[in-house]
């Protein structure tokens, strides 16, 4: 079986049509809530799907995989940084993703849910940045 990151791919493309359909303002509160509502559950999911991606990737570069089975999810995105999968900034974007995830799965407050979906696009191209990395690692240990 190879490993590939389409899932990682359809949650990313879910997400984006989600903020599509957020963009017309034709919908009624209901339908504007729905896609909000799902927006974030598309980002809360494909944050934890890049997560288990990225560990199984990080597993290539190491004789030890159950060192990086002990790893925390943002230990994994500062092991990401350091075999050059992600830079600097980049993993200091993914640390405040996964903050604000955690956020969200706690805070329902509308504002809140505002502020998340200011971040989204840029989220979405982080993690189509990162499933190509993480999509070479895997096809450079196939």
């Known amino acids: 079986m190879s490993l590939n990151v389409q899932h990682l ?6 997400l984006e049509q989600a903020l599509k359909a957020l963009e017309n303002k034709d919908n009624n509160k209901v339908m504007q809530d ?5 927006a974030i559950k598309s980002f809360e999911l494909s944050l934890e799907t890049s997560g288990k ?3 199984k990737a990080l597993k290539a570069f190491t004789g030890n995989p159950r060192e990086v089975d002990r790893l925390v999810f943002n230990d994994l995105l500062r ?14 974007r993914w640390l405040a993703y996964r903050k604000n995830r955690n956020a969200t799965a706690h805070d ?13 696009p840029a989220y979405l191209n982080d993690a189509r940045a990162l499933a190509q990395e993480i999509q ?3 096809d450079a240990n196939a």
């Open 53 to 55: 991606l990225l560990r």
């Open 34 to 38: 729905l896609f909000r509502n799902a």
């Open 136 to 138: 070479k690692v895997f």
């Open 108 to 120: 329902y407050d509308e504002a809140f849910a505002n502020e998340t979906l200011a971040m989204l």
């Open 9 to 14: 791919l359809n949650t990313l493309q879910a």
């Open 79 to 92: 092991q990401a940084g350091k075999h050059a999968m992600l830079d600097l900034e980049g993993v200091e």
